[in-house]
């Protein structure tokens, strides 16, 4: 079966369309098969036309099956129907036989031409098969199967034809769907090897932030004191000298361990450049960014807990608060570093709120702030907005 000229691109072909083409020239040059025998066996007077018609009709069949640019050029199946339509009329002229013809001629019409020129050139071609018939037809000898027989096959073929084009659309939307799918699950395959590997990197720089290098620092401290504590001349302090220079050495490598599995989000930036961006790129409401307080330089798990903190409200707000102006304020006081996010959104109920939520749910940030001794709250209430406040202390070495 020739390809649809209303195809918007030739696709390869399925066993089922395979199966349909077959199927169809096997019909035509057997039914051409059959009227040839026909004239002969019956001793027709013509009969050597009959043949010849069909052998030209058959010829002119192949050529455009086998002729690549029918497929592709709707002008040029055109052109081959056209070839097609006048040796078809030439075995009319010779056999009634050749109304068998015009059945398989109608898909070929249906499937070459745009849909109003196909219902025409079905209703030419059932005309010319009635006319053919009645040319050959004895007086009186017309029935009015000799009508009905290619108005009703005309008619099977176009429901036919249309019930196909309808089941190709149909499984074409389900495979470019299929493909989405495909390229989702990809992405989010790809986002959530990210997310773990984000995940993992902030882990390490709190453990060894909160371990290792906290744990330098004492030994720092603790050698300082055991310095102090002996006479000047002791001779002890110079292996304590040596220890503590190389817990020092050995700080500022665990710190450096520390900025190296810095999320890519504070890599080229402080905190609050972050959260600027992140308030720029925010899609759906107007998003605004203040900074109050003299900016400081904050350790990184807390640089991480605060932008990963505001990440997460942010995506609350664009998801589920409908709201159309939001607010991120960084405030650092003597003592705390604060982090405000306000939207004046939908709001909801607080005591009632999911447990989670893909991630970005309110226990999530809790535990962030909570983890690192902070205060984490939530005002809102139905109709009013929300508001999330989040309060760190301050370190003893950035305050």
């Not at 086998?66 to 010779?94: D, E, K, N, Q, T």
């Not at 292996?239 to 190389?246: N, Q, S, Y």
């Not at 972050?274 to 605004?288: D, K, S």
Request: net charge neutral; aromatic share 6%.
């Amino acid at each position: 079966m020739a390809a649809t000229a209303q195809s918007p691109a030739p696709r390869p072909l399925t066993p089922v369309t395979r199966v349909l083409r077959l199927c169809l020239h096997a019909l035509l040059f057997g039914l051409l098969a059959l009227a040839a025998g026909r004239a002969v066996t019956a001793s027709a007077p013509r009969a050597g036309w009959v043949v010849a018609a069909c052998a030209v009709l058959a010829a002119v069949y192949a050529a455009g099956v086998l002729a690549p640019v029918v497929h592709r050029s709707p002008r040029a199946g055109a052109v081959w129907l056209a070839g097609l339509g006048a040796a078809w009329a030439g075995l009319l002229v010779f056999s009634p036989d050749g109304l068998w013809i015009a059945f398989p001629l109608y898909f070929l019409e249906l499937h070459l031409l745009r849909l109003r020129w196909g219902l025409a050139a079905v209703a030419v071609t059932a005309c010319a098969a009635i006319g053919g018939f009645l040319a050959h037809a004895q007086s009186g000898a017309a029935s009015p199967g000799a009508f009905l027989g290619p108005l009703l096959g005309g008619a099977v073929a176009v429901a036919t034809v249309l019930g196909y084009q309808a089941l190709y659309r149909e499984s074409e939307r389900r495979r470019e769907l299929i493909e989405e799918l495909i390229a989702t699950r990809a992405e989010l395959a790809a986002a959530e090897r990210n997310a773990g590997i984000l995940a993992e990197r902030e882990r390490l720089a709190r453990e060894i932030h909160d371990t290792l290098a906290q744990g330098l620092s004492s030994i720092q401290l603790l050698l300082r004191a055991a310095e102090r504590s002996l006479p000047q001349d002791a001779p002890a302090l110079e292996h304590i000298g040596r220890a503590r220079e190389a817990a020092q050495e050995n700080l500022a490598e665990a710190r450096r361990f520390v900025r190296a599995l810095t999320p890519p989000d504070l890599e080229h930036g402080s905190l609050a450049a972050a959260l600027e961006r992140l308030c720029t790129a925010a899609p759906g409401p107007r998003v605004r960014f203040c900074l109050s307080g003299a900016p400081r330089v904050l350790p990184t798990p807390y640089e991480v807990a605060l932008l990963r903190i505001a990440q997460s409200a942010l995506a609350n707000v664009v998801r589920h608060a409908r709201a159309d102006r939001a607010e991120i304020t960084l405030t650092f006081m003597d003592a705390s570093v604060t982090l405000d996010i306000v939207d004046d959104g939908t709001g909801f109920e607080p005591s009632s709120a999911p447990s989670g939520d893909g991630g970005f749910g309110l226990p999530a940030m809790r535990s962030r702030a909570e983890t690192l001794g902070g205060l984490f709250t939530v005002e809102s209430s139905p109709g009013q907005g929300t508001a999330v406040a989040v309060t760190l202390p301050l370190p003893l070495e950035a305050s």
